[in-house]
């Protein structure tokens, strides 16, 4: 079965397998700066099961200068996209790009010492399935 992604703008959007091996949940600084999150959720697939259906030319990939650590996003409206692995055999997908909820065999939390102390907070804190109903000051 096929899943689709794409970014918030809808510039680029992308054909994957639902067939992702692992997702980590990485709460290492760079993965937190990366994402402007408190962790970032990434999949990993093999190379020859994504494929671009629109905007691939709208992908700008930064790379950390001296470690080889990357994001890819959509140049107009910044939403974090797959992109090749060093060794061009996978792609990273970053979860939030899904469109369709991803079927994982296998889910890790690492770097987890790194978290932030609040993490274990918000795992406790109450859940509303929108905005809640009181003012914001």
């Not at 994504?50 to 650590?69: A, C, H, Y």
Request: aromatic share 14%; with cysteine; glycine share 6%.
């Amino acid at each position: 079965m096929k899943i689709s992604g794409s970014c918030l703008c809808g510039a680029v959007s992308f054909r994957v397998d639902n067939r992702f091996k692992n997702m980590y949940a990485c709460f290492c600084q760079q993965c937190r700066k990366i994402s402007g999150s408190s962790f970032a959720s990434n999949l990993f697939i093999d190379a020859n099961y994504l494929e671009w259906l629109s905007g691939e030319n709208k992908l700008e990939k930064f790379t950390v200068p001296g470690r080889g650590f990357n994001k890819a996003f959509c140049k107009k409206c910044g939403t974090g996209m797959p992109f090749k692995t060093s060794d061009a055999k996978q792609y990273l997908v970053p979860a939030g790009c899904l469109d369709q909820d991803p079927e994982v065999e296998k889910i890790e939390q690492i770097f987890y010492k790194e978290k932030y102390s609040l993490e274990d907070a918000r795992l406790q804190a109450p859940t509303y399935d929108k905005f809640p109903h009181k003012e914001v000051k």
